[in-house]
């Protein structure tokens, strides 16, 4: 907890700040995904869910992060659930220092912001870890996690007993658990478009299981990164997928290469 009573936690100079319970599920992925390299240069504090939170008035060295976890427009520029207006946007970027956005799918939505206000926004799933865990051996069954809408129990029905599913709102060491056992994790749209869930993405990898998914965005390919849900690949095949989207958010997409670089362009706290 911070001193003011907000939730958080804190290793190696960073602090995760979460104000709902599926986002403080996020954080405790994220800080095991930072953890293990060592101290940062400057106190980083990350808040999940930026649109939830706001700036820690007594961190004051700290560089502060909105996390903007929202899918607001899909890959083809369509509008989903989640679309702030302008007005809502411009309060997130007030709050912090930077406003990272996980989605580069989002960026048409922060066009209207001037020149000034643009340098201070980020976009990309820096969420993920600098030297991800191998692949685990064989399991059974593909694991849904998430909220149930028609959508997804319709495919969910059609993919019948080879699915594993988990009570509503089961978070934390029962979905790591699961996991363990399960083949790999299923990522089914909560509606119909192309995009990524990375926060369920960086939770396969922090398992060392494979992603069966819908249609993810670039540069996830279908066949290399991941699986449609209906297939049925050799372990040999499985394996590979998994290590190349472990090695590809690795390479790309980690979060202390993104934090330190941050840290260096930052103006003297």
């Known amino acids: 907890m911070t001193s003011d009573g907000v939730w958080s936690i804190e290793d190696e100079g960073l602090t995760l700040v979460a104000t709902h319970r599926v986002l403080r599920d996020v954080a405790r992925d994220i800080m095991a995904a930072f953890?293990?390299?060592?101290?940062?240069?400057?106190?980083?504090?990350?808040?999940?869910?930026a649109h939830r939170s706001q700036r820690l008035a007594d961190r004051p060295g700290a560089l502060q992060?909105?996390?903007?976890?929202?899918?607001?427009?899909?890959?083809?520029?369509?509008?989903?659930?989640?679309?702030?207006?302008?007005?809502?946007?411009?309060?997130?970027?007030?709050?912090?220092?930077?406003?990272?956005?996980?989605?580069?799918?989002?960026?048409?939505?922060?066009?209207?912001?001037?020149?000034?206000?643009?340098?201070?926004?980020?976009?990309?799933?820096?969420?993920?870890?600098?030297?991800?865990?191998?692949?685990?051996?064989?399991?059974?069954?593909?694991?849904?996690?998430?909220?149930?809408?028609?959508?997804?129990?319709?495919?969910?029905?059609?993919?019948?007993?080879r699915v594993v599913t988990l009570p509503d709102r089961t978070f934390g060491p029962a979905v790591a658990e699961a996991l363990e056992r399960c083949e790999g994790l299923l990522n089914l749209h909560f509606q119909d478009a192309v995009y990524s869930e990375y926060p369920r993405l960086l939770k396969a990898v922090l398992a060392g299981r494979a992603v069966w998914s819908e249609?993810?965005?670039?540069?996830?390919?279908?066949?290399?990164?991941?699986?449609?849900p209906t297939a049925r690949p050799a372990a040999a095949e499985v394996a590979a997928a998994q290590r190349a989207m472990a090695e590809l958010f690795a390479t790309r997409f980690a979060l202390r290469s993104f934090l330190r670089d941050e840290i260096a362009l930052a103006a003297p706290a």
């Open 65 to 161: 992060i909105g996390l903007q976890t929202e899918q607001m427009l899909d890959e083809a520029g369509n509008r989903l659930w989640k679309a702030f207006q302008p007005g809502r946007i411009v309060q997130m970027l007030e709050q912090y220092d930077l406003l990272l956005d996980l989605s580069e799918a989002n960026a048409p939505a922060y066009g209207f912001l001037d020149a000034a206000q643009r340098r201070r926004v980020r976009f990309g799933p820096f969420l993920f870890p600098a030297a991800p865990p191998a692949p685990r051996g064989p399991g059974e069954g593909l694991l849904f996690v998430g909220a149930m809408n028609e959508r997804r129990a319709d495919r969910l029905a059609a993919l019948g007993a």
């Open 215 to 228: 249609p993810l965005a670039a540069p996830l390919v279908e066949g290399v990164h991941y699986f449609a």
């Open 35 to 49: 953890a293990g390299g060592g101290p940062l240069a400057r106190p980083v504090v990350l808040h999940v869910g």
